[in-house]
């Protein structure tokens, strides 16, 4: 049997509830890391909490909401408090598209990207309110950072430590252009990602980024069942691969970011089934 890749080593994931956040604690636990854990989603944290527990992972589950600076600092003094420091920080707490208005405009577009018809404007930029365009900054870009920012405190000092930010294929294209907010929240999760691993590469910290593609997690679930077959079909006519991502193929990406003994600094990996090439 292999030797855990992540044996002893602390890790904290936000967002660490259902989906992609969850099934990456799952895969921490199973390669020895010790968890702190957090979520808005009591009740999802708690399912997570159970599992990676019961793998024999030594977890630590916190409710906290990330665009709040001061419960980011709370949480990583507990953290601290509890296991004397912070290896490893996965940023995967994000808001992302999923009201009504936001499933229409997702249609509206992978209609007109799969179906030959006159090119015209989408309407979508004009039609934003100020809180589609605010709403995504406090937990995608804010959280991203006050995360960063106390994560640092363990691991300057100690000189080591990995950083994963979970951006997403929406910073790199025009894969979820029904909802620009989101997309410019992402694309400055890749550009804080690189500023902030140059700053830090010569401490032995290592900032990368995974810009995910569609992930079948419960809100691309909930999309999926509301769609029509046809509007089924113009998403997945839009992914070379024909289908969405797993969320444990993200979760290996994870870990090897995590386990370190590579040379990747400020680099974007976008597991994306060809969405973008």
């Not at 405009?105 to 990207?113: D, G, M, S």
């Not at 934003?128 to 995360?147: A, E, P, Q, T, Y």
């Not at 679930?221 to 046809?230: D, G, I, Q």
Request: charged fraction near 15%.
């Amino acid at each position: 049997m292999s030797a855990a890749r992540l044996a002893s080593r602390v890790a904290l994931i936000t967002g660490a509830g259902r989906g992609l956040g969850g099934t990456i604690a799952r895969a921490y636990a199973r390669e020895g890391a010790r968890l702190v854990l957090c979520d808005l989603d009591t009740e999802a944290l708690d399912e997570t909490r159970a599992a990676v527990t019961a793998l024999g992972a030594e977890c630590l589950a916190l409710r906290c909401d990330v665009s709040d600076r001061a419960a980011v600092d709370a949480m990583f003094e507990q953290a601290g408090n509890r296991f004397g420091t912070v290896d490893i920080l996965v940023n995967n707490a994000a808001r992302v598209p999923g009201s009504p208005e936001e499933a229409e405009r997702r249609n509206r577009h992978y209609a007109y990207a799969t179906t030959p018809v006159p090119r015209r404007s989408l309407g979508i930029v004009a039609s934003l309110s100020d809180d589609d365009w605010l709403k995504w900054w406090g937990v995608n870009m804010h959280g991203v950072f006050w995360c960063t920012r106390a994560a640092l405190r363990f691991m300057e000092p100690q000189r080591s430590g990995q950083i994963i930010n979970v951006a997403s294929v929406s910073a790199l294209g025009a894969a979820s252009v029904h909802s620009p907010g989101y997309s410019a929240s992402k694309a400055g999760v890749i550009s804080l990602t690189r500023t902030t691993a140059y700053d830090v590469a010569g401490a032995n910290i290592f900032v990368n980024a995974i810009a995910c593609g569609g992930v079948m997690t419960p809100p691309f679930e909930a999309y999926l069942a509301a769609a029509t077959e046809a509007q089924r079909n113009s998403l997945f006519q839009m992914v070379p691969a024909g289908r969405l991502g797993a969320p444990e193929e993200y979760a290996n990406v994870a870990v090897f970011l995590a386990a370190g003994g590579h040379y990747l600094v400020g680099q974007v990996i976008s597991p994306n089934g060809g969405m973008v090439i």
